[in-house]
Structures are given as structure tokens and as C-alpha cells.
Nanobody
Framework: QVQLVESGGGLVQAGGSLRLSCTAS????????MGWFRQAPGKEREFVGG????????YYADSVKGRFGISRNIVMNTVYLQMNSLKPEDTAVYYC???????????????WGQGTQVTVSS
């Protein structure tokens, strides 16, 4: 059974940092892309950034470029989302996802984690 488990969310003040983790189990994702998405109340799920397990360059939404960074640890089967200079508008539930291709389109991802809440206070 494939599982993606996120952790690391929480409450932080504006300007602060958090690091989210997404650990995969149940299959090998060596040829897949991993994506991070977020969803704020009343809004659609939004692409944040992505990376391929093969080690390609991470890619980001314009709203987080320069503030967020994605990396992966193949041995730990874990992908990380380092979030710096957080803003109140970054408040959302953050999800990781796994899919066959690197894309910003959430429907192209087959596997999803349960999400972790990030709240940024002003």
C-alpha cells in the first residue's frame, strides 16, 4: 500500500521558517516526480513546487520562488519543503504528491499525503 506522510507543519510568525517532510512508503518512486501543493480555505489546491527523484532541478510557483526550496533524500525516501520568509498568505494545508511526470497539474499525481497545516501569523 502506497503511503505519503507529511510532517513539520505548525504555527509560525511572519518572516519565520518551517521545513516540511514527506516520507514515501509502499513502492519505489525512483522514476517519479514529487510535488508540493497547498490549499487555503475557500481556495483551489495550488501548486507550490516539485522535484524528480532522479535529481532534476526543482521548480516552483512564482509566489514562492526565492523563499521556498525543495530537496530529497533517496536513502530516506523523503522529500523536503524548506519554507523561509513566510507570509500570512502562505497559510494553508500543505500536501505532497507523487506522480509519473513533473507537472504543476494536481490531477496528474496519483498519490497524495494527508496534508499538514501551516499557519503564519502576522
Amino acid at each position: 500500500q502506497v503511503q505519503l506522510v507529511e510532517s513539520g507543519g505548525g504555527l509560525v510568525q511572519a518572516g519565520g521558517s518551517l521545513r516540511l517532510s514527506c516520507t514515501a512508503s509502499g513502492r519505489t518512486f525512483r522514476n517519479d516526480a514529487m510535488g508540493w501543493f497547498r490549499q487555503a480555505p475557500g481556495k483551489e489546491r495550488e501548486f507550490v513546487g516539485g522535484i524528480t527523484w532522479s535529481g532534476g532541478t526543482p521548480y516552483y510557483a512564482d509566489s514562492v520562488k526565492g523563499r521556498f526550496g525543495i530537496s530529497r533524500n533517496i536513502v530516506m525516501n523523503t522529500v523536503y519543503l524548506q519554507m523561509n520568509s513566510l507570509k500570512p498568505e502562505d497559510t494553508a494545508v500543505y500536501y505532497c504528491a507523487a506522480g509519473g511526470v513533473a507537472t504543476r497539474e494536481p490531477l496528474r499525481y496519483a498519490y497524495w499525503g494527508q496534508g499538514t497545516q501551516v499557519t503564519v501569523s502576522s
